[in-house]
């Protein structure tokens, strides 16, 4: 399989503590994108990289959340402190470098804060 | 206003039919539409693009665009059961950003 992959596919936290999120891109893909999705919305961009260079933070990206690229090929999203409110799909996606920017997703990692 | 909007449905059109799913955005410089489809519990999975007034066939579906009225439209012709979905409609802003803005979605059932 040569698409998206994320890790964990599902995680149960209690509210307080850390979690961590993973996202492997398409190999070829320089460009590795982060969103958010809540029931009954769209996704909802929180940041981007190209290659290893973060290029853009949504400001829904509060403190509490950082992600990485450090070698330009995976990337993790954690969230420190977690609320209820973070309860949501985090979704993955990739492209590469071109101004069709066409985004292909993972399957992304169901959250629940209780 | 939202920058990405779209009726959330639910759309609903009898098998064999043609569902026509209407998205408007609010930034006129806006360069790249998508459309992605979403099955219930699975993450949205790319099915158009479209940059260029006018219309894009592929398959089944077809994306129409019209920048000057800023919309953008996906036809599903000879509409099946399997094309129940959400369908996310997503816009590129400008040219030095990545990001895409995603509308809410607007929900389709296809009855046999």
């Known amino acids: 399989d040569t698409g998206v992959s994320q890790d964990p596919r599902h995680k149960i936290t209690k509210r307080g503590q850390n979690v961590t999120f993973r996202c492997d891109p398409i190999s070829e893909h320089n460009r590795l994108y982060w969103y958010r999705q809540t029931l009954g919305q769209g996704p909802e961009f929180l940041t981007y990289?190209?290659?290893?260079?973060?290029?853009?933070k949504s400001r829904l990206l509060s403190d509490r959340f950082s992600a990485e690229r450090p070698k330009g090929s995976f990337s993790t999203l954690e969230i420190q402190r977690t609320e209820q409110g973070d309860s949501a799909m985090y979704l993955c996606?990739?492209?590469?470098?071109?101004?069709?920017?066409?985004?292909?997703f993972g399957p992304g990692t169901r959250l629940t804060v209780l | 206003q939202k920058e990405v909007e779209q009726n959330s449905g639910p759309l609903s059109v009898p098998e064999g039919a043609i569902a026509s799913l209407n998205c408007t955005y609010s930034?006129?410089?806006?360069?790249?539409f998508f459309w992605y489809r979403q099955y219930s519990g699975k993450s949205p999975e790319l099915i158009m693009s479209?940059?260029?007034?006018g219309d894009k066939e592929d398959g089944r579906f077809t994306a129409q665009l019209n920048k000057a009225s800023q919309y953008v439209s996906l036809l599903i012709r000879d509409s099946q059961p399997s094309d129940s979905a959400t369908y996310l409609c997503?816009?590129?802003?400008?040219?030095?950003?990545?990001?895409?803005?995603f509308g809410q979605g607007t929900t389709l059932q296809v009855k046999p």
């Open positions: 479209i940059y260029s007034n």
């Open positions: 930034d006129r410089g806006s360069q790249s």
């Open positions: 990289f190209q290659n290893e260079a973060q290029l853009e």
């Open positions: 997503a816009v590129k802003a400008t040219s030095n950003t990545g990001k895409l803005i």
């Open positions: 996606a990739s492209s590469l470098l071109a101004a069709n920017n066409e985004q292909f």
